[in-house]
T-cell receptor, first 114, second 114 residues
């Protein structure tokens, strides 16, 4: 069975600082995809970034980067230069190749302090 | 705009009442999903449909039924609502297999059962 673990229920970061949100995963499949979603207080789920298990380089999307350490089975999200609008819940998720289901972690609530 | 449309956005039910949550996507995705989100538990899969004509149980299917009406529409039915079904429900769609875009989510339905 696949599992996603986010061990930080909540985090604070100063505006303009960088922050790392932790995510570890457990799967024996060689082919999988890892995702991060943002859920602001308004409730919608916003896709942020994707990393494939065979990708050689860490994924980046603007201020978001994914620190992918395959041997450690970790996929941490790094947000650079935090903004007040980054305050939200962040979910890590995984989809295994050949399966249609995506498994989500329990989320990390990030609060950016001015 | 293309995406996933859920209705209704809010609903209050009395225990024992029934209702159907509607979901439609116009992204030509084959796979559709229903998740529920509860505080501290992340998103849990209720049912999914890998392709038109197929449905499968997810992690928490008890008390729910689904219908994949056509490629665009995937509905979730509560036959006899219980207070434990108070939650936020998300519909999502995706391509088959692992795609960088992951899921596209609807805006959610906040359901309260009293």
């Amino acid at each position: 069975a696949q599992k996603i673990t986010q061990t930080q229920p909540g985090m604070f970061v100063q505006e303009k600082e960088a922050v790392t949100l932790d995510c570890t995963y457990d799967t024996s499949d060689p082919s999988y995809g890892l995702f991060w979603y943002k859920q602001p207080s308004s409730g919608e789920m916003i896709f942020l970034i994707y990393q494939g298990s065979y990708d050689q380089q860490n994924a980046t999307e603007g201020r978001y980067s994914l620190n992918f350490q395959k041997a450690r089975k970790s996929a941490n999200l790094v947000i650079s230069a935090s903004q007040l609008g980054d305050s939200a819940m962040y979910f890590c998720a995984m989809k295994r190749g050949g399966y249609q289901k995506v498994t989500f972690g329990t989320g990390t609530k990030l609060q950016v302090i001015p | 705009n293309a995406g996933v449309t859920q209705t209704p956005k809010f609903q209050v039910l009395k225990t024992g009442q029934s209702m159907t949550l509607q979901c439609a996507q116009d992204m030509n995705h084959n796979s559709m999903y229903w998740y529920r989100q509860d505080p501290g538990m992340g998103l849990r899969l209720i049912y999914y449909s890998a392709s038109e004509g197929t449905t499968d149980k997810g992690e928490v299917p008890n008390g729910y039924n689904v219908s994949r009406l056509n490629k665009r529409e995937f509905s979730l039915r509560l036959e006899s609502a219980a207070p434990s079904q108070t939650s936020v429900y998300f519909c999502a769609s995706s391509e088959v297999g692992i795609s960088p875009g992951g899921y596209t989510f609807g805006s959610g339905t906040r359901l309260t059962v009293v």
